[in-house]
Every structure is written in structure tokens, then in C-alpha cells.
């Protein structure tokens, strides 16, 4: 049996932006062919133009695909899953929790690499990515081999985890993807189940534009008590290229690790 991570591009937008650009170029001929006058003129041009961004935005769509899946050339995924693993060091008889674990790659990378730890990954597996499920990061952890790993459903917003629950806590791209909430305090609320002398390993894209001034929120944790506090840029080649991150639009893409 063979893990299925799925894709960070679903199945159901590359297709529907297939039809959307065959569909307007369609429409562009139909026009040309029986519209009269300068109506026809205008409604060719404006169709002509959505089939050629639509075009383009597929061919990224298919693009983006071949480089985030696991059997694709360029692997991205697996990349950035097993190197954001390895910066998680879990004690023996430790747990960690993986927030946002989606189909599961990253808890199941850290429980291979802590195989006398606990790890569990939750996430609220909302209908937007509907591909993601309690059942296919189940699926995944049996073909993988891995039986030290529980899923359970958590909203990053707030966590059903009492206080210092947990020797480490990762998570990987989910908090720039949750709108109207500040991402400081949802990195917050993820360090508050930390137990003390707990690692952190949070890799996302944290722009400013995204997370505010990320160097004043580094130096609020040391004055918190926090040790080791670092920001690792993941596109210097660590995961990915300055060039792969502006083409799949991972600018930003960085790694906020600790000790509490």
C-alpha cells in the first residue's frame, strides 16, 4: 500500500480552469462567427484575454502540481516536509503535536524520525480542502508503517490541549491560510501547549505582510523566556530555490524554531 499526500493544487481546480479557457476560446469563435458589428469586435477581445489568463493559470496549475507531488520530478513537498522533520527533536517517551496536519506527511515524518515519541497531528479538515481527511492520514501512518501516531480533529485557533501538553510542537504552511486572525497569536496559542523546555518548529510563509514584523515577535519570546528563538529563510536552497519560491509563490517561506 502506497501513502497518498495528495496536493497542495487539487485535482478539481486544474480541471476547472481547463474547461474555463477551452470554454472562453470557444466562445471568442462563436462571437467572431455570428455576432455583427463592433459588438463582435469587443466581446472577441475580452474573451480572447480570459482564455489567455485563464490559459496561463492552468498551465501554472499543472505546473505547481508536477513540482508539490511526492512522485513528481522536482518533489517539493517531500522536500520541505522531511526538512521542516528534521529540526523536530522529540525526548524518548515524549509526544509532539503537529497543528494543521492535513493528510498527515509531516506528523508521520516526525514520528519516523522520533520512533520512541508520540506524535499527533490535528486539524480541522474544513471543506476547502476537501482532499485532506481524518481517514487518509490514517491510511497514510498504515502504509508508512508508523504506529506511533494518533489524528484527532483541532482548530489552530484553539486548541483542545491544556497547558504545556506536549515536548515539541510543529506545523507546517497552515496559519498564513487562516484569514482574520492575527498570526502572532495564533503562534501564540500553539506555544501554549508547549511544556517547558518544549522545541518549536513552525515553518510557513511569514511575510510581513502576513505576520506583521516577525524580528520584533522574535525578540517578545526571548523576553518571554524563550531560548533559541531563530528565523531560517527555507528558500535559500535549505528547501527550495529563491526562484522555485517566486514561481510557486512561496515567498516568505520560513522556519520559527525555539526552546521554551
Not at 492535513?102 to 490535528?122: D, E, F, Q
Not at 503562534?187 to 511575510?207: A, P, Q
Not at 519570546?221 to 524563550?226: I, Q, S
Request: glycine share 8%; charged share 25%; proline share 3%.
Amino acid at each position: 500500500m502506497k501513502p497518498e499526500y495528495s496536493n497542495w493544487v487539487p485535482d478539481k481546480l486544474k480541471k476547472e480552469m481547463l474547461l474555463a479557457t477551452v470554454a472562453f476560446a470557444i466562445l471568442a469563435v462563436l462571437c467572431g462567427l455570428f455576432v455583427p458589428g463592433t459588438l463582435k469586435v469587443i466581446l472577441v477581445v475580452i474573451l480572447i484575454a480570459a482564455s489567455i489568463v485563464c490559459g496561463w493559470f492552468t498551465w501554472w496549475c499543472y505546473t505547481a502540481y508536477n513540482a508539490f507531488s511526492y512522485d513528481g520530478d522536482i518533489q517539493l513537498s517531500r522536500k520541505i516536509v522531511e526538512g521542516t522533520a528534521d529540526f523536530v527533536h522529540v525526548p524518548d517517551d515524549g509526544a509532539c503535536l503537529d497543528v494543521g496536519c492535513g493528510s498527515g506527511a509531516l506528523t508521520i515524518a516526525v514520528a519516523k524520525k522520533n520512533p520512541r515519541a508520540y506524535i499527533v497531528g490535528c486539524d480541522r479538515w474544513g471543506k476547502e480542502y476537501s482532499n485532506f481527511s481524518r481517514k487518509l492520514c490514517e491510511k497514510n501512518a498504515a502504509a508508512e508503517g508508523v504506529a506511533n501516531v494518533r489524528f484527532q480533529h483541532g482548530d489552530a485557533t484553539k486548541l483542545p490541549f491544556p497547558d504545556e501538553s506536549f515536548d515539541a510542537v510543529t506545523s507546517n504552511y497552515v496559519y498564513h491560510n487562516i484569514t482574520e486572525h492575527n498570526k502572532q497569536k495564533l503562534l501564540l496559542e500553539t506555544l501554549r501547549v508547549l511544556k517547558k523546555g518544549g522545541t518549536f518548529v513552525i515553518h510557513d510563509l511569514m511575510s510581513k505582510s502576513k505576520y506583521g514584523d516577525m524580528d520584533a515577535f522574535v525578540r517578545k519570546l526571548k523576553d518571554m523566556g524563550y531560548e533559541e528563538v531563530r528565523l531560517i529563510d527555507t528558500t535559500d536552497s535549505r528547501f527550495m530555490t529563491k526562484k522555485q519560491a517566486s514561481k510557486y509563490m512561496l515567498q516568505g517561506s520560513t522556519i520559527l524554531c525555539g526552546r521554551k
